[in-house]
């Protein structure tokens, strides 16, 4: 339910249904326990607020441990992959809702479109890349949902200081890095996400 205001779009979905939260995250087999144990705790806590979590779909490392610390506490978990992943065995089946999508391109737009708010948990290449979309997106005024960091362990310590040179070197805009919620613990996480 939306109802439009000129160039504005007022959503009441959040306050009716309840939040749906987006994680990205690593889907690496080869990453230490605590990254996949955060992973969980933030599904347990996303759950403990009745809020709905929506990743991208797989059932390994970090994106599996998000969904089952969702599920087996009680949580609804929605699922968006591409078929080409489906295909190799990555899909989590035990998704509330799983829907295949053709390209990555149109698993990030479904992911922006449904959810509500992103936090984004250590990862590689593929969570920096859906992370900078997101960012840039808000920038742009694409969306207007919060942009969360959840690092308790440091790993993106060296990115947070990149933003502050860029910033410095006029290659990102004053207003820019303040759109990110850097956050250090679930808790606080979860409040930035609100």
Same mark, same amino acid.
């Given at each position: ?87 190799? @065995?990555?899909?989590? &089946?035990?998704?509330? *809702?799983?829907? %295949?999508?053709?390209? /990555?391109? !149109?698993?990030?737009?479904?992911? +922006? ?47 947070? @200081?990149?933003?502050? &040179?860029?910033?410095? *070197?006029?290659? %990102?805009?004053?207003? /820019?890095? !303040?759109?990110?919620?850097?956050? +250090? ?10």
């Amino acid at each position: 339910m939306a109802r439009s205001y000129g160039r504005h779009v007022l959503s009441l979905t959040p306050i009716l249904m309840g939040m749906r939260i987006a994680v990205f995250c690593s889907s690496s087999p080869t990453i230490d326990n605590k990254y996949v144990d955060l992973a969980y705790e933030l599904g347990r806590a996303v759950a403990g607020r009745s809020w709905d979590l929506v990743t991208g779909g797989g059932h390994i490392s970090m994106m599996g441990a998000v969904s089952r610390g969702a599920r087996e506490n009680g949580g609804r978990t929605v699922g968006v992959i591409p078929q080409a992943l489906v295909d190799i @065995e990555f899909a989590d &089946h035990e998704n509330d *809702e799983l829907h %295949i999508v053709e390209t /990555m391109g !149109e698993r990030k737009a479904m992911i +922006t479109e449904i959810a509500d708010a992103f936090i984004t948990l250590p990862g590689g290449a593929g969570t920096l890349e859906e992370f900078f979309e997101i960012w840039v997106g808000r920038y742009l005024k694409f969306h207007n949902k919060p942009v969360v960091i959840l690092d308790p362990f440091g790993i993106y310590r060296p990115l947070h @200081e990149l933003f502050e &040179h860029l910033e410095i *070197e006029n290659f %990102i805009k004053p207003g /820019m890095r !303040e759109i990110i919620s850097w956050t +250090t613990n679930v808790e606080d996480a979860l409040k930035a996400a609100q």
